[in-house]
């Protein structure tokens, strides 16, 4: 034997190992062995009967579960053998709750007991109800977006997409008596940061893992993040090549498309959102990271993901509402088709990572693009009204400030401040000098 999740040794007894004891009870059980040294020798222990009696006694007292302990001998050296079955409901060790994960013992704190209690619970965290917000308070434009995709998709009846919004929540299962889940919450309501801390998308571009050139991020309903994340890479931070076919030109990028669309629909369905931190993708110039919080089912490696597996949400919720809208699958083969089409692409298939907290997915293309040496520009197509109003403005005058501004294109300064911050991250101008008294140059 060696130590597992489910084998633990212990070369002699403390009360402390109650905890462990406890740590199996909320995983998945184990056995716990006592007088066996850490390289799996029998050491012994000379009060094995007493502690026979004494342990079993602890365990009930402290944990209020029963254990099986057995006694064992080898060689004339007795020890022993705890039994520790699995428990649906939570097991406390003095108001803490220890876990096993792997060949370790944790205590759980903050976001993860939260996830562990409601899993005991048989809720899941974007099952949880949200007080204080109702239909009437969720985004117009994102009904219109989920029955215009359930309608596409023939995944719902028409007369449950014809019903009013409180009547579709009510089939998509996305209320708990009279409060919306959290999942409502995400998927419709139009500012979801304000009851979920980290709902957001981030994007940057890097020359180098500690040289960041320009961002964005993307906030509103989950169906708006997709559909605002994969415009942004594909006209902003992914450059196609070109070709012809014929008289016909052709742009083709350095990935595919349907696999970047998939790999972000995984992240922000299975995401947990409990943990407050965004999801982030990563664009180089010879790769692509997505990258989110999240884990997989217990005892799960990558390996299940390349190969064709049970369905098992993260966010069972969300990920329901997403395959009623004809977004995701609902047989376990999203990353089996992320790798398909890698290949048909004629790109290797990505490479999967897994830390038991987060997961990425991460793109390489057959043929490293260039670096380049400075950040790309926008071409002039891209540019609003206003922004182009404020280069001409700077060009005139270099000093300008932003009251100016405001007052001769007739708008709020906050608004001159949001396009500045757009137009410096992507390279169209650049400050000299102090916020207040330096000069714009304009690129």
């Known amino acids: 034997m060696e130590e ?26 184990g056995k716990l062995f006592i007088g066996i040294n850490d390289k799996g020798a029998v050491t012994g222990l000379s009060d094995a009967k007493k502690l026979l009696e004494d ?37 406390s060790y003095k108001g803490q709750y220890h876990y096993r994960s792997g060949s370790t013992k944790q205590e759980l704190k903050g976001g993860a007991l939260d996830k562990f209690l409601l899993q005991k619970q048989g809720k899941r965290w974007d099952g949880v109800p949200v007080p204080n917000v109702k239909a009437k308070d969720l985004s117009v434009v994102a009904f219109d977006y989920f029955r ?40 419709f309501h139009p500012d979801p940061e304000k009851y979920v801390t980290g709902a957001f998308v981030k994007i940057g571009y890097f020359r180098t893992d500690d040289d960041l050139l320009f961002q964005d991020e993307i906030h509103g309903y989950l169906f708006e993040q997709v ?52 999801i982030q993708i990563s664009v180089y110039a010879d790769k692509i990271i997505f990258w989110n919080e999240g884990t997989l089912p217990e005892n799960w490696t ?11 949400p993260f966010n069972p919720d969300i990920s329901t509402a997403f395959f009623r809208a004809g977004l995701i699958e609902a047989w376990g083969r999203g990353t089996v088709q992320i790798i398909a089409e890698c290949l048909k692409y004629g790109i290797p298939a990505p490479i999967f990572n897994y830390d038991f907290a987060s997961f990425s997915i991460e793109f390489q293309p057959e043929k490293l693009a260039t670096i380049p040496e400075k950040l790309p520009k926008k071409p002039e197509i891209f540019l609003t009204d206003n922004q182009k109003t404020i280069i001409g403005l700077m060009r005139e005058n270099e000093s300008i400030t932003h009251g100016i501004l405001s007052k001769t294109m007739g708008v709020s300064e906050k608004t001159i401040s949001s396009n500045i911050r757009i137009l410096r991250e992507a390279g169209f101008i650049e400050r000299l000098g102090s916020d207040k008294m330096g000069k714009w140059k304009v690129k």
């Not at 212990?10 to 406890?22: A, L, P, Q």
């Open 148 to 187: 215009k995709n359930a309608i596409a998709s023939n995944r719902l009846t028409k007369e449950i997409i014809q019903e009013n919004n409180e009547i579709l929540l009510e089939k998509l299962h996305l209320t708990d008596s009279d409060y919306l889940k959290r999942a409502a919450v995400l998927l």
């Open 302 to 312: 990558v390996e299940e993901l390349k190969k064709k597996h049970a369905s098992r």
């Open 4 to 29: 597992s999740q489910n084998i633990e040794w212990k070369e002699s007894w403390r009360d402390e190992y109650i905890k462990w004891i406890g740590g199996f009870a909320n995983a998945w059980g």
């Open 55 to 91: 342990i079993p006694n602890k365990v009930r007292d402290i944990l209020g579960i029963i254990i099986d302990v057995d006694l064992r001998t080898e060689n004339e050296l007795n020890y022993l053998e705890i039994s520790v079955e699995a428990y649906p409901y939570p097991v």
């Open 227 to 278: 559909e605002k994340t994969m415009d942004l890479l594909l006209t902003k931070y992914l450059q196609a090549s070109i070709g012809y076919q014929g008289l016909h030109r052709v742009e083709k990028f350095p990935f595919p498309e349907i696999a970047l669309r998939e790999t972000l629909l995984n992240a922000i369905a299975h995401k947990d959102y409990s943990s407050g931190i965004p």
